[in-house]
């Protein structure tokens, strides 16, 4: 290269900011509230309504963020209000409204704003919200069934105030429909299920939809917008179809202030299982208690001895990263029980108090157990469910935090030696059912290798000296439609042959790397254009291959030694969480959140673009799929010749491994929801559920649950097979489950 073109180059890099970087600033800007930087950014030519990857907007950020001088700024030099996410399709307005910001909203209000995919004034009302709802009936006429809506959300709330100030809207009577395309219509049609089990239908006839509920004659609906639809001659009965990036998942009935949520499902008339029972009339009692228990576990009276017996065992095994052995899950022949009771202790080995909150899983090697965590100084921090808007989900951790390591005795529980990565102030924030704890260790025996996105990445020995550490930048993963939302990083380490690799797929520089595990020094690093995703990397290997699989927005294969992209594959999920396994010579990769909900059974050592054609199931290089089925959380496990994929609402699916076929769909005996992935030994499932029941299912292709175990604390992460025991990390403690029987 001459070296002028060189210098000319060296100093665009430095002089300009690129379209790309000049955007990013704007929508920071906006969320920030920086009036003049945003005003400087305009007046150097950057789009007022540029977006973002999922059609965000400054005008979106900044209503969100409750900046209303900027607000009116925006509008003022031509921000398009109308402009909706990808994610939800909310507006500036909706987004203001919810976020509670109510001067924001005025200012839109003002400026001629109407948002009729969405009940602003209902919405302001359940808010609490009265100068928006003032600005919404000072405006002008509303709707009908907008006002009777608000007065009735108005009344529950017990307002005086409020409930005049709607009294006071004028009623516009005419409905301004519009006509939508067949393929919009039809994109609604389908079977919705409530929560109490009633099925709604939804038809499309002569261009208006068609509800048929499980009560009362079939209402016939108008659209006023692509998922808005109401009845021209009573207006009190209307729809809302919702989803996530486009998908239609679920459909609100209204007849007046009432409204029944459904959710859409996929029937299939060849279920050999039905979702709502068992077909084991057998396991019947396994949702009661026996009533000679203490509570603490629960046997299904129908299984026999043997099949809760604890196996003999062979030689043990090692289980060096998150699900053992290239995630495999499996862990035969080591002893573990299917039956044991945390109050009397039996099959209990032993116990051990870890403080902190962490979502990380044990790894063990030899006579060590190791585990992770991350404590704050405020005290016990929150974990559970998520409340709110989308900053709603992130969790307030403003307090110091110490990261540590923890070394355990395998054969007591004591702890041999302990290890603070780092005392500091978490530099991204975690989603409220996360943790600045998630990635799980990772060994070879030599080695421990931890991931914490504040304190970085850490090697010790397995004595607990520290051989290096490596930062990482903080590592901030989180919600993709708002870059500024942390919801935590969750992908685990792996280590093979030497070398150490890390998947990083967050807001900003996304990455996959090698290391090398002895010195810490980057032997090669991928650029991933990719938002943000918690899967762990599957490294193959066989006697023709070896690489690198990823699960994320798009699936691809990686060169092992060179990180060079071999393959990708779409569709797939935007959120994605669910390792890739191998077996039985395949890649199976899952996942289950919108737009996709695939599984793929992939065959190793392709090239290219692997992504199907329309309507196809499999090619030379994808032995079986399915569109729909993916679990969101989940890691599948094969045993034998079954995948079997659990997914929340306690439902449990298994497949035949190499042909895809579906051998039998049941539900759990007790409802619950997945975070932890299952393991499974010696012809048995583990299934760990939220509530911290662990279900043991019999492995075959009929449906038999053997034992439900009460670990008494909640429980979200994947326990860990090795050498006579069964360990169980909850939200407090560290268990090892083993034979204890004298």
């Not at 157990?369 to 409340?387: K, Y």
Request: proline share 5%.
């Amino acid at each position: 290269m001459p070296l002028y073109v060189l210098v000319l180059l060296l100093f665009a890099s430095t002089a300009f900011t690129t379209p790309a970087a000049a955007e990013s600033d704007i929508w920071s800007a906006a969320r920030e509230g920086d009036l003049n930087r945003v005003k400087a950014l305009l007046e150097s030519g950057v789009d007022v309504n540029a977006q973002t990857r999922y059609q965000a907007t400054p005008l979106y950020f900044a209503a969100g963020y409750g900046h209303a001088e900027l607000v009116d700024y925006l509008l003022e030099h031509g921000a398009d209000p109308g402009i909706r996410d990808a994610f939800l399709s909310r507006s500036p307005l909706s987004r203001a409204i919810n976020g509670k910001h109510a001067d924001a909203a005025i200012r839109l209000i003002e400026h001629g704003v109407v948002d009729t995919m969405h009940s602003t004034l209902a919405d302001s009302v359940q808010q609490q919200l009265p100068t928006v709802v003032a600005a919404i009936v000072d405006r002008g006429p509303v709707f009908d069934f907008e006002k009777n809506a608000a007065l009735a959300a108005a009344r529950e709330t017990n307002s005086a105030e409020l409930i005049e100030l709607i009294s006071k809207a004028e009623v516009r009577t005419t409905l301004p429909t519009v006509e939508l395309e067949a393929k919009t219509l039809e994109s609604l049609a389908g079977l919705y299920r409530s929560r109490s089990d009633e099925v709604a239908e939804v038809e499309i006839h002569e261009g208006k939809v068609r509800i048929r509920q499980a009560e009362g004659e079939p209402i016939q609906l108008d659209a006023l917008s692509p998922f808005h639809f109401r009845s021209l001659t009573d207006h009190d009965r209307g729809a809302y179809f919702i989803g996530r990036l486009g998908i239609v998942e679920w459909l609100t009935v209204t007849t007046g202030a009432e409204s029944v949520t459904y959710r859409r499902f996929m029937p299939d008339p060849t279920e050999p299982v039905t979702d709502s029972s068992l077909a084991d009339s057998s396991l019947a009692d396994s949702s009661s208690k026996d009533s000679s228990s203490k509570g603490s576990s629960s046997t299904n009276r129908a299984a026999t001895a043997i099949e809760t017996a604890v196996t003999p065992r062979r030689a043990p095994i090692h289980w060096p990263s998150f699900r053992g052995q290239g995630a495999s899950g499996l862990g035969d022949g080591q002893g573990v029980p299917s039956v044991w009771d945390i109050e009397d202790g039996t099959n209990v080995l032993w116990k051990t108090k870890i403080p902190g909150l962490a979502h990380s899983s044990a790894a063990v090697w030899g006579d060590r157990v190791f585990v992770t965590t991350a404590i704050s100084e405020a005290g016990e921090p929150v974990s559970g469910s998520p409340q709110g808007s989308f900053a709603g989900h992130e969790g307030d951790d403003t307090a110091v935090h110490t990261w540590k390591t923890y070394a355990l005795d395998k054969a007591t529980g004591k702890i041999v030696w302990q290890h603070d990565a780092a005392t500091a102030v978490p530099l991204t924030g975690r989603h409220l059912t996360s943790s600045h704890a998630n990635s799980t260790p990772a060994t070879d025996g030599r080695h421990v290798v931890v991931v914490f996105p504040t304190a970085g990445m850490l090697c010790y020995t397995m004595d607990g000296k520290l051989l290096w550490r490596k930062d990482l930048g903080g590592l901030n993963a989180g919600n993709y439609v708002d870059a500024s939302i942390h919801w935590g990083f969750a992908s685990s380490p792996v280590l093979d042959d030497g070398k150490l690799i890390l998947q990083a797929d967050v807001h900003e520089g996304a990455f996959l790397a090698a290391y090398d595990v002895t010195t810490g020094r980057e032997l090669w690093k991928t650029p991933r254009d990719e938002v943000s995703s918690w899967a762990t990397p599957l490294v193959y290997r066989d006697a023709e291959h070896a690489e690198i699989v990823t699960n994320g927005p798009t699936i691809r294969g990686y060169n092992l030694n060179t990180g060079q992209e071999l393959w990708h594959l779409r569709p797939n999920s935007e959120q994605v969480v669910p390792a890739p396994i191998t077996a039985h010579g395949l890649i199976y990769v899952t996942t289950g959140y919108p737009p996709a909900f695939p599984i793929y059974a992939v065959r190793p050592g392709q090239r290219g673009d692997l992504s199907l054609q329309d309507g196809a199931t499999s090619s030379e290089a994808i032995a079986w799929s399915h569109a729909r089925g993916g679990a969101y959380m989940i890691t599948p496990i094969v045993y034998d010749e079954l995948f079997y994929l659990p997914a929340n609402g306690g439902r449990l699916t298994a497949y035949d491994a190499m042909t895809g076929e579906r051998v039998y769909r049941a539900r759990l005996s007790q409802s619950g929801n997945f975070t932890a992935s299952p393991v499974a030994a010696d012809g048995r499932l583990f299934l760990p559920t939220n509530n911290g029941l662990v279900y043991v299912i019999k492995t075959g292709r009929t449906y038999r649950e053997l034992a439900i175990n009460d670990m008494q604390e909640g429980l979200t992460a994947t326990p860990s097979i090795a050498d006579g025991a069964l360990y169980i990390r909850t939200r407090n403690h560290l268990y090892a489950l083993g034979s204890n029987a004298e």
